[in-house]
């Protein structure tokens, strides 16, 4: 028996940094061997292993797709409500039949990159999730009676499987390369919402997963159920687009196994963080000054220890648990305001004062030596 979900693993681990990743608040899970119990909370507004990529023969030329190889379904019939794959063809088509808009969901940009931001702030904010009927569907091995797009924006709760049906209509109308990444965990499965940013060298399956506000790619939504002790054993792509007559169309056209050798597109994110990690404390040099002197416009930034006083200098150590797994080049800003603010709430703690600060330099941005899929940030700051 399945007892667990993609929800009930990850909404346990996030408790400090929800303010700073999702600014959301979490739901709170009791697990036993038999059952689990759930109190819902309104959301509100290292290490490393090697990793050997492959390059992406992912198609998404809707042209290369032959017909026998198409995703069939009979949307005339209500059975497909419980078929994740036929689901991904009506339940999305019925987006398209309907008057309802991304607009609806106060998404009006149609820049790629902001629109999977702007839903996934959405759905965070005001979807959540039905911890009861996802878990009935773990125990059953399967879906059910997945929802529509409206339907879902109206009742305004359903599992993972209504999460990727909604997000794969919007990212569609907003004419993204548009995927549905199915997960099989040791302990239950999941449905994402999925889209693709492949330029130059760069190339990331990036997935919106609930509640989290920021897309992760697909690589670090691996890593963060690998740390919650629920292992991803296999992931299935799906490839979502419209035909010339608007017609929604679907193809399975990966299935991958987590392991040393993976494509390109599930780099996990960690290893996305050391190639940045320069440009990652650069930003930082910038976003933290800005939230001090916001308390203390006298508390300087200085490039360099040499302009600290040492009689007055004080070490802060802080580390940032689990923002590693976040972390993508997309989305890098984003990422390190949130940072930025994790790091100054966590100085706070360690009793750092801004209206004492005279100057600071930040010294360290780095893996957390000593929290997996943490950042550690190593301060110097001049205190009166």
Known sequence: MRKATLGVITLLL???????????QTVTIT??????????????TTTTTSTTSTSSPIETSSTMALEEDLIKADCQNEHWRDDYEKAMICGVQEGFNSLFLPEDLGIYTTDELKVPLEFAQYL??????????????????????IKTPFELAVEKNGTYADFAI??????????????????????????????????????????????YLIPMTLGGA?????????????????HLWLDDNHHVKAKLIATEEPGPIIPTYMMPASNDYFDDQGWVKLNLTKKLPQ?????????????????????????????????????????????VESLAKATYELL?????DPQKCKKFTILDVIPSPYVEGGVYIRIYAEIS
């Open 291 to 335: 939230l001090i002197q916001e308390d203390n416009p006298n508390c300087k930034y200085v490039k360099s220890s040499d302009d600290i006083y040492y009689r007055n200098l004080k070490e802060y150590e802080i580390n940032v648990p689990l923002l590693l797994y976040f972390y993508s080049r997309p989305y890098q800003d984003r990422w």
């Open 166 to 211: 909604l997000g794969a209509y919007v990212f569609l109308k907003r004419g993204l390369d548009t995927y549905i990444v199915y997960a099989e965990t040791e302990k239950g499965f999941g449905l994402w919402p999925a889209f693709r940013i492949k330029e130059n060298y760069y190339d990331r399956i990036f997935v919106v997963y609930w509640p």
């Open 124 to 145: 965070g904010n005001n979807i959540y999730l039905d911890v009861q009927k996802e878990n009935q569907s773990m125990i059953g091995g399967k879906y059910f009676d």
């Open 14 to 24: 996030i408790a400090f940094i929800s303010g700073c990743i999702s600014q959301t």
């Open 222 to 238: 691996i890593e963060l159920l690998d740390f919650a002790g629920d292992p991803v054993t296999k992931v299935k792509i799906y």
């Open 31 to 44: 697990e036993t061997k038999t059952h689990t119990e759930y109190t819902p909370i309104t959301p509100s």
């Open 348 to 352: 706070k703690q360690q009793g750092f």
